[in-house]
């Protein structure tokens, strides 16, 4: 259930990001998250592929990754939870006049190390890694990516060419990796100056040589803080997880209906326990048996077993995106999703229990989650 805002969030509340192919949108609500308060939309006919919610430096700011056909895909941010947005000079995130390329999309935004509060990292389309260093105002690409020896042949996923996903590691933040579609998973060790592909293991299923040193078409990669060289990685078929950093990948699809999907995301406070939604297929990008369900681990990848409890489980022909599925920050964890077709789901106890929180959003390709007051 939602309602209009009518007040900022409190300490203990939580804040759901939702962006979507026709603006943002902000929910809210308290710790029992049984009702929901909501704004929006803000950018009214843009797509909103990429959000976050940062607070460190004692900040509470929205990053939003905004595309208008029209102007073209900017960073905003808004310090008073959407109540007022900074409007950049157009295109604030460019590429070097001499690469020859030309900003598509922002498709992920990720704050930096606590350590590091004014540092902010965005992933865009043709794949690249761009970094503020003033808090997301001001950017500029991280040549090591950018000039990478394997580009020229890096090949587009349906998509198009975009670094979507990148993992940070608490214990080392010289340390770092990214997801391209379709090159594959890349991690630094020394700050972004170079970039190695780690993907042994994982499989390019679409390719004749099944295991090529790069081009594999990675959907999403998750780690937690207090083990990062942990990953879990939803591939296009195949589910893996590495516990070397990406040295080393091997498959965890032990039980899933599909290793088709986007989505996946790992438990706020336990490091084995980890979400995904699958789908039937690359041909039908669909929940398999049009029932919506979250599977859960809490051994790893050992095991998973469907989360099905106030989720419709007939005709629920529904698709989740990479950036569809997030948790907040709270003892008694949130997980929510959102659809293509709009519906946003909540769950106030891991995903026990669910709940539907909006039915008539546009079609959702972005949700984030955070606790005010919270963990940066």
């Known amino acids: 259930m939602t309602e209009d805002r009518q007040s900022a969030p409190s300490a203990g509340d939580v804040v759901l990001l939702v962006g979507t192919m026709k603006g943002a949108f902000v929910l809210t609500s308290n710790a029992d998250r049984r009702e929901w308060r909501t704004e929006g939309p803000f950018f009214r006919g843009e797509t909103v592929y990429s959000l976050a919610f940062d607070q460190r430096g004692g900040r509470n700011r929205i990053l939003a990754g905004t595309q208008s056909w029209h102007w073209g895909s900017v960073v905003r941010t808004s310090d008073d939870f959407g109540a007022t947005w900074t409007s950049p000079e157009r295109q604030n995130v460019k590429f070097p006049e001499d690469s020859g390329l030309a900003l598509a999309n922002i498709w992920q935004i990720r ?3 606590v350590s590091e509060p004014d ?5 865009v389309e043709p794949a690249a890694l761009f970094q503020s260093r003033d808090a997301g105002d001001t950017w500029s690409a991280v040549d090591g990516v950018l000039n990478h020896e394997h580009r020229p042949r890096w090949q587009p996923g349906g998509g198009g060419l975009c670094l979507h996903t990148i993992v940070l590691d608490a214990a080392e ?3 770092m990796g990214v997801a391209i579609s379709t090159a594959g998973f890349y991690r630094t ?3 972004g100056q170079s970039w190695q592909a780690r993907n042994h293991g994982v499989r390019a299923e679409f390719l004749p040589d099944k295991h090529p040193e790069f081009g594999q078409c990675v959907h999403k990669v998750v780690n937690h803080p207090s083990r990062p060289e942990r990953l879990y990685l939803q591939n296009h078929w195949g589910l893996y997880r590495s516990d070397d950093w990406g040295d080393t990948w091997h498959d965890i699809a032990n039980g899933v209906p599909s290793d088709f999907g986007f989505a996946i995301e790992v438990h706020p406070h336990e ?4 979400y995904i939604i699958p789908l039937e297929s690359d041909q039908f990008r669909i929940v398999p048996e049009a029932k919506l369900r979250v599977y859960r681990t809490r051994e ?3 095991t998973w077993h469907p989360l099905s409890e106030g989720l419709p489980q007939e005709g629920a022909y529904e698709t989740v995106l990479r950036d569809g599925l997030c948790t907040d920050g709270h003892a008694r964890a949130g997980i929510y999703f959102g659809t293509r077709g709009g519906k946003l789901f909540g769950s106030a ?3 026990d229990t669910w709940n539907e929180i909006s039915a008539t959003l546009p079609p959702i390709v972005c949700v984030k989650a955070g606790v005010v007051g919270g963990a940066a």
């Open 111 to 113: 704050p930096g190390p």
């Open 189 to 191: 060790d020394d700050g």
């Open 271 to 274: 490091p084995d326990t980890v």
């Open 349 to 351: 106890d891991a995903g």
């Open 300 to 302: 790893a990848g050992e």
């Open 173 to 175: 933040p010289r340390r």
């Open 119 to 123: 540092l902010v990292y965005c992933g």
